[in-house]
């Protein structure tokens, strides 16, 4: 296989489509999802990775059998024999997927299209923060300025409105208690010489 790190951004697709075409033929799950073009969406880029990351292959490497020795009609020696087939087609299977594995991510780090991918959301979000901001760094019209005077000015009049009704509010209050305290001491004056003279010693010899 070529290496990806050598391979040119404009030959990529080119390049590694026919390797994963001969690989696919292998595949238990069809049809294979195609490597695609230098195009692709990043949901097709992303799909075709995630299906060979989960690749299932139908080869057993059985044509590596071998066979019985001639003219032995040993139990012993056929189920020995068996047995190191079963081991070897084990080991041969493991070694394909770690090949195919590897293959994987070595095309996955250097294929342009994810770097192309990354760029275009990166873009995506700086440009839709700009507009963000731009949005809110946004300058009022004549007539929008007008209204956030004319808004302010009512604000604070009945700011002030509202403080000076307060403080009359206030004054009428203690006006009132000012009154009230007064009519009390009057009363207790009066009371007191009403009381006074009730006890004088000329009305009590009337009595």
Do not use: C
């Amino acid at each position: 296989m070529p290496n990806p790190k050598t391979v040119p951004a404009d030959k990529y697709t080119d390049v590694f489509g026919p390797v994963f075409a001969r690989e696919a033929r292998f595949s238990k799950t069809q049809p294979v999802p195609a490597f695609g073009g230098a195009d692709a969406s990043k949901k097709e880029v992303e799909g075709f990775y995630d299906f060979w990351y989960n690749f299932d292959s139908w080869r057993s490497f059985e044509w590596h059998d071998k066979e019985v020795n001639e003219g032995s009609d040993s139990r012993d020696d056929k189920r020995f024999t068996e047995k190191k087939n079963k081991s070897e087609r084990a080991r041969r299977k493991k070694e394909d997927n770690v090949r195919l594995r590897t293959m994987v991510d070595e095309v996955l780090a250097s294929d342009p299209r994810i770097k192309r991918i990354k760029a275009d959301e990166k873009a995506a979000r700086l440009a839709k923060k700009g507009g963000a901001a731009a949005g809110a760094a946004k300058p009022m019209s004549a007539a929008e300025k007008k209204k956030a005077a004319d808004e302010k000015a009512a604000a604070e009049a009945k700011a002030k409105e509202d403080e000076k009704k307060a403080a009359e509010a206030s004054k009428v209050d203690r006006e009132a208690a000012k009154k009230a305290k007064e009519a009390a001491r009057k009363n207790l004056k009066k009371w007191k010489k009403v009381r006074g003279a009730r006890w004088h010693p000329e009305v009590w010899k009337q009595r």
